[in-house]
């Protein structure tokens, strides 16, 4: 029983380029979300799934796109990665009473 | 005006001490509250987990729920140096939502 993985743990990228970070959980949960984490900001809510083939919209989610592959996974994509993008990404999911995080995706766009 | 605030901190106490971390809310409508415990450069862990109002103990952690005064708390009996980490309160309005976080409070516990 592994949680919530999430890969790759470090990445770096130049402006411009793409990339996607996948993220999976074996606790058949419903609701998995993407969060940002910066310095003095917290974690923010990029984007969310509440069931498998809907996603909504975040606090932050200008930059990005999500898919919902099945009930386990739920990937995020950075189009075209900006210097502003570089933070701490972090997938979760939640059944009936909380959520659970993964490890963390470190990103820095150059 | 944020809907969850919380001292970042940092916070320095000498090992064995009480510490007691806290956060307030706007939302009335909040009734989930959780804590986590996030160490450096891992992702955050659940620490605690409380319903509606009242108080929840968990070993040396202690959870406080005031709705009345939309104030929550998180106390820790006996600090270790293996307590020191961010804490992070969350709540949500409904189970399963997406919560809304503080900004958490970095606790240092000195030998």
């Known amino acids: 029983n592994a949680g919530v993985t999430q890969t790759p743990k470090f990445q770096v990228l130049k402006t411009g380029q793409s990339m996607t970070l996948q993220c999976a959980q074996d606790m058949n949960h419903n609701s998995m979300y993407w969060y940002r984490q910066d310095p003095g900001m917290g974690l923010r809510l990029i984007y969310y799934s509440a069931s498998e083939g809907t996603t909504d919209k975040g606090e932050v989610p200008n930059g990005y796109n999500v898919s919902r592959l099945n009930k386990r996974e739920f990937s995020l994509r950075l189009e075209s990665a900006a210097p502003s993008q570089t933070s701490v990404y972090f997938c979760?999911?939640?059944?009936?009473?909380?959520?659970?995080f993964g490890p963390g995706t470190r990103l820095t766009v150059l | 005006q944020k809907e969850v605030e919380q001292d970042p901190g940092p916070l320095s106490v000498p090992e064995g001490a009480i510490v007691s971390l806290n956060c307030t809310y706007s939302?009335?409508?909040?009734?989930?509250f959780m804590w986590y415990r996030q160490y450096s450069r891992k992702g955050p862990e659940l620490l605690m987990y409380t319903y509606s109002s009242g108080n929840k103990e968990d070993g040396r952690f202690t959870a406080q729920v005031d709705k009345s005064s939309k104030y929550i708390s998180l106390f820790i009996r006996d600090s270790q140096p293996s307590d020191s980490a961010t804490y992070l309160c969350?709540?949500?309005?409904?189970?399963?939502?997406?919560?809304?976080f503080g900004k958490g409070t970095s606790l240092l516990v000195t030998p």
């Open positions: 979760a999911s939640s059944g009936p009473l909380a959520q659970f």
């Open positions: 939302n009335s409508a909040f009734q989930y």
């Open positions: 969350a709540m949500s309005a409904n189970s399963g939502y997406a919560l809304n």
